[in-house]
């Protein structure tokens, strides 16, 4: 194999730990110990200039709870003052140890100007900012452990963040921007399937490979051959479901509650359905959230009658 080629496969094994790695954090405190998401402080406006959304170091791109010496930091990496850079985002995080943001600056700030590999992780900053921070902790772990061990074959990791808003048509535009940067290797994320989904034609058209760490829609199974997710689809989920349901639970009846306007919704709602009659049971109703007259107590009354 030869060295070009022997980087593109380390290339494609990082994206996909670091898909892991940040997915895995998110899925453990988010799936299985959910949180109150916290309010956003960050213009979320489609008409927020893509560019601004996008940073390697030079701009906060979540205000909350930001020291000055982070403050300082940041500036100095956009004046490419990377000695006091690497200072400032090093008291910083003296201060909040587990801030992924500064951590991801102050690897980047060590690298300075010299030969990097260059990603980029797109997460929904700005409305979803505890399922970001928990992908961008997973991603700063593993650019850290990788460039104090010497990087890949002797070249270090810089990582770009974007804040995609999990919206599809920002997420366009951001994956528009990142293919047309020669420097951008690869991408993390997006977050939502949905958004995978939008951003995934144009990763496909400008061939930038993109994985993302939580996206469970089987649609994306075959999708691309430059967009890839890290984990089980929908179609495991609903299995497991269907199955813990009729073995361990007994219940062999079903209503279904679900959103046909969100693309994870209307999967995982397709999966289970099937995954219900595969193992012996039936799903008797299906009830769309997203319906103008719905009414959540008529319809837990109809399933309740129905035996559901």
């Known amino acids: 194999m030869s060295q070009k080629n022997e980087t593109k496969v380390l290339l494609l094994s990082l994206l996909v730990t670091l898909g892991l790695v940040g997915g895995g954090l998110w899925l453990f405190k988010e799936q299985i110990f959910p949180q109150n998401q916290s309010g956003n402080n960050l213009p979320t406006t489609d008409n927020q200039s893509i560019s601004e959304r996008i940073s390697f170091g030079e701009k906060i791109l979540i205000t909350s709870e930001v020291s000055p010496a982070k403050k300082e930091g940041v500036q100095a990496l956009a004046d490419q003052n990377y000695a006091q850079a690497i200072a400032s985002l090093e008291k910083s995080l003296k201060q909040q140890r587990n801030d992924p943001q500064a951590l991801i600056y102050l690897n980047n700030a060590r690298i300075?100007?010299?030969?990097?590999?260059?990603?980029?992780?797109?997460?929904?900053?700005?409305?979803d900012p505890?399922?970001?921070?928990?992908i961008l902790r997973g991603i700063a772990q593993a650019q850290n452990a990788l460039n104090t061990s010497g990087g890949i074959n002797g070249v270090p990791l810089k990582v770009g963040i974007a804040n995609d808003d999990d919206n599809p048509q920002i997420s366009q535009q951001i994956a528009a921007n990142l293919v047309k940067n020669p420097d951008v290797l690869g991408v993390v994320g997006p977050n939502a399937s949905d958004t995978t989904?939008?951003?995934?034609?144009?990763?496909?058209t400008g061939k930038l490979v993109a994985i993302s760490p939580t996206s469970t829609s089987v649609k994306i199974t075959n999708f691309s051959p430059y967009v890839f997710r890290t984990v089980p689809s929908d179609f495991m989920a609903a299995r497991s479901l269907a199955n813990y349901m009729v073995k361990n639970l007994q219940k062999t009846q079903a209503a279904v509650f679900f959103n046909s306007q969100s693309n994870y919704s209307q999967s995982l709602k397709t999966e289970f359905v099937s995954s219900v009659s595969l193992e012996g049971g039936q799903v008797l109703s299906e009830f769309d959230l997203s319906q103008a007259n719905f009414s959540a107590a008529k319809s837990l009354q109809q399933a309740t009658e129905q035996g559901a």
Do not use: C, M, Q, R
């Open 112 to 127: 300075g100007s010299a030969k990097s590999y260059t990603i980029v992780a797109s997460v929904p900053l700005g409305t």
């Open 130 to 134: 505890n399922s970001a921070l928990e």
């Open 197 to 204: 989904l939008a951003a995934g034609d144009i990763y496909n």
